[in-house]
Nanobody, 123 residues
Framework: QVQLVESGGGLVQPGGSLRLSCAASGSIFSINEMGWYRQAPGKQRELVATITSGGITNYANFVKSRFTISRDNAKNAVYLQMNSLKPEDTAVYYC?????????????????WGQGTQVTVSS
């Protein structure tokens, strides 16, 4: 019923830029925190950036000043603008959202993940 779909990944040279998008669809009562995580081959999935429904942002230290997270509540979407990309940024990037979904007689909180989009930074 509920789905998160990412887009915008691709191949770029070091120093290049990409803009990732993620949109939530389905029967959603509200969306609390949304964020982006990444996982490189052989490494654990790690936080990139998060943003609350009120616009409060949190960034991993290794991406501060290079990446910017934003959201459009009317579109149930979250974005990640990535600039000055480095080879070590190469990973699959996943959209994450804490959702409040309608259930019979009440609403419940759930965490959903997108399918991931590949970002490759290589010369």
């Amino acid at each position: 019923q509920v789905q998160l779909v990412e887009s915008g990944g691709g191949l770029v040279q070091p120093g290049g830029s990409l803009r990732l998008s993620c949109a939530a669809s389905g029967s959603i009562f509200s969306i609390n925190e949304m964020g982006w995580y990444r996982q490189a081959p052989g490494k654990q999935r790690e936080l990139v950036a998060t943003i609350t429904s009120g616009g409060i942002t949190n960034y991993a230290n290794f991406v501060k000043s290079r990446f910017t997270i934003s959201r459009d509540n009317a579109k149930n979407a979250v974005y990640l603008q990535m600039n000055s990309l480095k080879p070590e940024d190469t990973a699959v990037y996943y959209c994450n959202a804490d959702l409040v979904l309608p259930d019979q007689y009440r609403v419940r909180k759930y965490t959903y993940w997108g399918q991931g989009t590949q970002v490759t930074v290589s010369s």
